[in-house]
């Protein structure tokens, strides 16, 4: 697995911190002694082949995976004690996304501002605001009310990055996002989340396994 990295200077915040981590399934190593640190905007690739623990260090990282030893940190604070998750946002691979699912897009959208204490509340009228601002930056207001299955690949992975971004991230996690895309769809794809980078207050890391795309 390796990392590639558009950096940020050193007085920018750490967003996330590896020290010395090591993880393993039971008696077979997945992560050994690895360090590395994550600042305010950097743009940062894990990328290395199916089974090198791109997922294993995702799930580390966001608090679902408790390493074997070393320390983890998010945005300064102890990733099993942080409770600011309105602060991730996540864009899942598309493999895990059940195409028959009967929801329109705009439902997704939203469906990312409720977390656990949130499930049951009402939706707002700021809510939908944030929902349009969402569906505007990446330009899929004219999907709003169709089904999220009956969308292309490309589309459906603008409206998982759209439901990732309405609830205003610090840090956004892409895992494999141009999984099953076309090439000019990935090419375009890539060039929406530079630009989005360049232009919004927003921490990028991106799981590939795709190294000359990356």
């Not at 600042?39 to 995976?65: C, H, M, P």
Request: net charge positive; charged share 25%; proline share 4%.
């Amino acid at each position: 697995m390796n990392i590639a990295a558009v950096t940020q200077p050193s007085c920018h915040r750490e967003v996330i911190k590896l020290d010395r981590v090591s993880f393993s399934f039971g008696s077979k190593p997945v992560l050994s002694d690895l360090s590395f640190t994550v600042r305010e905007r950097d743009f940062v690739g894990l990328i290395g082949s199916n089974g090198a623990g791109k997922t294993t260090l995702l799930r580390l990282i966001v608090g679902l995976l408790k390493p074997d030893s070393g320390r983890i940190e998010l945005f300064g604070t102890p990733a099993d004690r942080f409770k600011e998750r309105h602060l991730i946002g996540y864009v899942p691979q598309r493999s895990h996304f059940n195409p028959l699912f009967p929801a329109t897009v705009r439902e997704v959208v939203l469906s990312g501002l409720f977390g656990r204490r949130k499930l049951f509340r009402r939706v707002g009228r700021e809510d939908q605001l944030r929902c349009d601002d969402a569906l505007r930056t990446l330009q899929i207001e004219d999907l709003a009310d169709k089904l999220i299955g009956a969308l292309s690949g490309g589309q459906q992975q603008r409206v998982f990055l759209a439901r990732a971004l309405v609830s205003n991230p610090k840090l956004l996690i892409l895992d494999e996002p141009l999984s099953g895309i076309d090439a000019e769809t990935q090419l375009n794809f890539f060039h929406l989340i530079r630009h989005m980078h360049q232009k919004h207050d927003i921490t990028f890391l991106m799981v590939s396994h795709d190294m000359e795309m990356v």
